[in-house]
């Protein structure tokens, strides 16, 4: 075990773990940020996606040495307060979720799809998302979702 530091939601800390646990097990389980959720466990279906230096990552497969000194931003880190990021609004507005379970998945992706490419036609964001998996078949809502958070961004109205 040893001790491993990084920036999580904004906040530096530090836990001492075995450095090939998940990152997914960290999260959860030894720091409480629960809306980031076990899925495959094999990074085929994206609910455990998270933001690592601004990258999207599937922490069911990243071993937590892998984000010593990193930045690490989960579901619970995009809102400032009570003030939701487009994207969050958009997913609420167009229902970009069913059973929710992939939901913070799919948000933490298309905030990555958005932050690499501001202005993605609707096939790019069908393509930037097509790893992230919802068995209750949002996906049109998902889409129309990003396209929307992505007209607000840019100072549009969706």
């Known amino acids: 075990m040893k001790p491993i530091a990084f920036t999580l939601n904004g906040v530096a800390r530090s836990v001492t773990v075995e450095e090939d646990r998940d990152l997914l097990w960290v999260l959860r389980d030894d720091l409480g940020f629960t809306g980031t959720k076990f ?35 989960t579901v619970e880190g ?8 487009p994207v969050q609004e958009a997913f609420i507005e167009h229902v970009g979720f069913q059973c929710g379970y992939c939901t913070s998945g799919m948000v933490i992706g298309a ?48």
């Open 39 to 73: 899925g495959c466990g094999a990074s085929f279906c994206g609910a455990c996606t998270v933001l690592v230096d601004g990258k999207e990552v599937r922490s069911c497969v990243t071993p937590i040495r892998s984000v010593a000194g990193k930045k690490v931003v």
């Open 78 to 85: 995009l809102a400032k307060g009570d003030k939701l990021t």
């Open 111 to 158: 905030t990555a799809l958005l932050a690499a490419n501001p202005k993605p036609t609707r096939e790019q964001i069908i393509r930037g998302l097509e790893r992230h998996l919802c068995r209750c078949g949002a996906h049109q809502r998902v889409v129309a979702a990003v396209e929307s958070a992505a007209q607000k961004m840019a100072g549009g109205k969706s």
